[in-house]
């Protein structure tokens, strides 16, 4: 599945993720900013940066804690005229107020695939008190008519102009939501603070009575229902930035429809289209496509609440990805001749039929623009059809596709039909090797698949050479560009070793203050240092794996490590308790006892359970620095961290729920696989049996989240798919599970141990990575190797390793991988080539610790 955030995060460097603004000129930053940054403010006035915002404040002036605030939208078009009404009149009336620093965020904002809840909040403006909410809101509504901008969906519309209002907070101030994350928080009726919710939904908090004067606006948007129209909506396929995706029913026939959503100046693209434009241009396009079987019929385009519609009929059938999904079998530990065959033939009938429909499009002098494995639809009978039109264009206009599939986006100079030759060559490979966002990185990876593919499946001759000649194109290297190979053999390890440290150090950035190492989009909302995407993360692993690296990069992370910044949270892996186990584990005791220091002076006690941030993985840390030092202090915090989990355990009212739903996460970082292994190494140091009982409890609550699949690997069931990996899958439940293990036998407990480690074995996992990829499931199989020496989980960690190679990129002469998403590279713990270091040097010296309290004792 494609997150969009990362798309924005790839625009300022090639090879890593980055702030979009990072690799700006100066010049073109001042080309970016608004008309009045150039203006001065008056005596006592404060103008300050912050985040994404430039704040305005009157002299002397204290905010109320929260309240109703005043959210002005604009569109690029207007945002200058729109900003300068808003600076002249807050100024002169002392009203704080705070906008967006510059044309290029409020683009990013309004981007298809941005926060829909923030969409449209260009300007925000902060009223005393009610009264003067609705003096400003009559007077700037007045002074702002006839102004547009983008609806802002979780506000309250006053109104026909661009002025929005919603109760929220004034000041910044965090709680912990119900999925453990630390969020911004507004203060209850009773005291307690509570998440600030930013739903893309209105919505007023239940202590709070909304005021007379915002009671007709809120009438006026009851009033328009979907009576009005001729679709009766039956279910939302799909949101974003841009609109909805509706399932519905036409009412004078009751023939099944796909409605899609349009929002006015929302749902960019980065050449600054809106979704209407681009829905207007779908609209045609189907029209000059009527008639070819395999594109979806046009029925009806309207509008309606300002919104546009446009209705296409309804094809029953799976799109191509969930299927191949099902089909694909390298996801098995073996594939027989057999099964290979047969799926060759499978693929290869779709992609010719897919090629056949590409084919008739082109004839209408039209691109695609966008083919990729969600936009092809299979019916039951194995027909094809191809859907969504919205970047489809007109040949003879040579216009580069934008919101294009990663994995299927042709490089700059493929534009017209080559745009789409080049997606249909991915195609082909990707129904074998379902890797093609590496080409981003290497072209010549192309020719690399199509030896590893011909090794397994029958393909026809020249199938797979045409797939790789679209992909590679004119002049592109012929070969890729070499990478060694991953062998764990003592003669082979220290070259693959020190190659992966060369590229984690020719990354670095020391000379950077928002980061050290680029990792994953993550480092730049919970910070720079931690574990799982920070600098802390990176120097473990080059230290656990004995690799050198220079010293300053350790006086980088000493240097920031005791100056918090609001971002940076407390628990081991995505906060300041990992920093401080790091900072231990290299040397520097006194600076991570001072960090600890500042830790236990927070309200850590007010934390879920979980190992990620919560209480387990900082009682996992409290109890290594009692170890370290012998100082009781820290041991009295993480028996009191014990006594907290223990009192919730037994419920799933602590535990957090995937994407905020009913159901609880399972695995080792956000589920009770975390609070098992604490109570593992509690058990471990007193000998207390009720330690080993809790931890039993715990892996059981686990066990119930997970399911067997009919190859008789058990997977963590998230309900729409299941997980193999380590951070949230069934590796880490496997390897507190074989841990625990060790200390008590029991036979169901066995086999389920066995039935999670057979999870890792699969021939293809679609990323490489410790936390969610391949690397996670080398850990696991290095562990059980070192429990099990005897078993097949030898044979089974050296195919792993070998596998690798897939994945694996060369940068500055060292050996690389790509991040989630596999569009950068990534240096962090968590989600790149640091985590590979780990795991492997696991697997290659067994008495080495690899990730933190985790490794299970090894078999005499």
Not at 179 to 189: F, M, W
Not at 783 to 791: E, H, K, L, T
Request: net charge negative.
């Amino acid at each position: 599945m494609v997150d969009k955030r990362y798309d924005v995060y790839c625009l300022a460097d090639r090879y890593f993720y980055d702030l979009p603004d990072q690799a700006a000129s100066t010049e073109a930053m001042q080309q970016q900013a608004f008309r009045v940054d150039s203006e001065e403010l008056p005596a006592g006035w404060r103008k300050t940066a912050k985040d994404d915002w430039t704040v305005c404040s009157p002299p002397d002036q204290v905010l109320p804690l929260q309240g109703w605030k005043i959210h002005v939208s604009a569109h690029r078009g207007n945002a200058d005229t729109v900003l300068e009404t808003v600076h002249r009149y807050c100024v002169a009336r002392g009203i704080s107020f705070k906008y967006l620093s510059g044309r290029h965020v409020l683009q990013n904002r309004n981007l298809k695939y941005s926060d829909r809840g923030a969409s449209g909040k260009f300007i925000t403006v902060y009223p005393l008190d009610d009264q003067v909410c609705h003096t400003v809101l009559r007077e700037l509504g007045e002074e702002l008519d006839g102004e547009q901008g983008p609806y802002i969906l979780s506000d309250l519309r006053w109104g026909e102009g661009p002025l929005y209002v919603r109760y929220g907070g004034f000041v910044e101030r965090h709680c912990l939501s119900a999925t453990g994350s630390l969020v911004g928080a507004i203060e209850n009726d009773r005291g307690v603070l509570v998440p600030d919710r930013r739903d893309p939904v209105f919505h007023v908090p239940s202590w709070i009575e909304l005021p007379e004067f915002l009671a007709p606006h809120l009438e006026a948007r009851k009033k328009g229902t979907t009576e009005e129209i001729g679709y009766v909506v039956e279910r939302a396929v799909h949101f974003s930035n841009a609109g909805g995706l509706y399932e519905a029913k036409e009412r004078a026939t009751g023939r099944k429809v796909i409605l899609k959503e349009a929002r006015p100046y929302a749902g960019l693209t980065l050449d600054s289209a809106d979704a209407v434009t681009r829905l207007r241009q779908e609209r045609d396009i189907l029209e000059r496509l009527r008639g070819i079987e395999g594109v979806p019929e046009l029925i009806d385009y309207f509008e309606w609440g300002g919104h546009h519609f446009l209705v296409q009929e309804f094809i029953e059938g799976e799109t191509l990805s969930k299927t191949f999904a099902i089909r694909y079998p390298l996801n098995e530990r073996e594939t027989g001749p057999e099964e290979a065959a047969a799926y060759t033939r499978w693929a290869v009938g779709i992609s010719r039929q897919v090629e056949a429909a590409v084919a008739q499009i082109h004839e209408r002098g039209i691109v695609f623009g966008d083919l990729h494995p969600f936009n092809v639809l299979i019916t039951a009978d194995d027909q094809v059809r191809l859907i969504d039109y919205e970047v489809a264009a007109d040949a003879e206009d040579g216009v580069k596709p934008t919101l294009v599939n990663p994995a299927f986006a042709a490089p700059a100079d493929r534009v017209g039909f080559e745009h789409d030759h080049y997606a249909v060559g991915c195609l082909r490979l990707s129904l074998f090797l379902p890797l093609t966002t590496l080409f981003r990185h290497d072209f010549a990876k192309a020719r690399h698949f199509a030896d590893e593919i011909r090794r397994i499946f029958p393909v026809p001759p020249g199938y797979l050479e045409e797939a790789v000649e679209k992909v590679m194109g004119p002049a592109r290297p012929s070969r890729p560009t070499p990478v060694p190979g991953i062998e764990l053999e003592p003669e082979s390890w220290p070259g693959v070793r020190d190659s992966l440290a060369r590229a984690i150090v020719r990354s670095a950035t020391p000379d950077r203050d928002d980061r050290l190492f680029p990792g994953d989009i993550e480092q730049f909302h919970t910070g720079a240092l931690n574990l799982m995407h920070g600098a802390s993360g990176v120097l473990l692993a080059l230290n656990e794996a004995g690799c050198d690296y220079p010293p300053e990069f350790e006086d980088w992370l000493t240097r920031r490590a005791l100056v918090p910044r609001p971002q940076d949270r407390l628990g081991l892996y995505d906060g300041m308790h990992g920093v401080a186990h790091a900072l231990l584990r290299l040397g520097h005791e006194d600076i991570a006892r001072e960090l600890v220091g500042i830790c236990l002076k927070e309200k850590w006690e007010q934390l879920g359970t979980d190992l990620r941030g919560g209480l387990s993985g900082i009682g996992l840390n409290l109890l290594s620095f009692a170890d370290a030092t012998g100082d009781p202090q820290y041991l009295e915090a993480a028996l009191r961290a014990a006594g907290l989990i223990g009192d919730r355990l037994g419920g799933v009212a602590s535990l957090p729920t995937v994407s905020g739903g009913g159901r609880p996460y399972a695995g080792l970082l956000r589920g009770s696989s975390g609070p098992a292994l604490f109570h593992l190494r509690l058990f471990e140091r007193t000998g207390d049996s009720a330690f080993l009982d809790l931890a039993e409890l715990a892996l059981r609550q686990d066990l119930r989240r997970c399911v067997t699949l009919d190859n008789g690997m058990m997977q963590v069931n998230e309900g729409w798919r299941t997980m193999p990996y380590l951070a949230t899958g069934s590796a880490g439940i496997g390897m507190v599970l074989d841990r625990y293990l060790r200390h008590r036998q029991d036979e169901d407990l066995a086999r389920a141990s066995d039935a999670l480690a057979a999870s890792a074995t699969s021939q293809f996992y679609v990323q490489p990575n410790l936390f969610n990829g391949r690397a996670g499931l080398i850990l696991h199989l290095a562990d059980r190797a070192r429990v099990r020496p005897a078993s097949d989980a030898v044979d089974d960690l050296a195919r792993q390793a070998r596998l690798l190679r897939l994945h694996a990129l060369s940068y500055e002469g060292g050996l690389a991988f790509p991040g989630e998403m596999l569009m950068r590279l990534s240096m962090d713990l968590a989600t790149g080539t640091a985590g590979v270091l780990l795991a492997l040097s696991a697997a290659a010296h067994p008495d080495r610790p690899g990730l933190p309290f985790l490794t299970a004792a090894r078999t005499p």
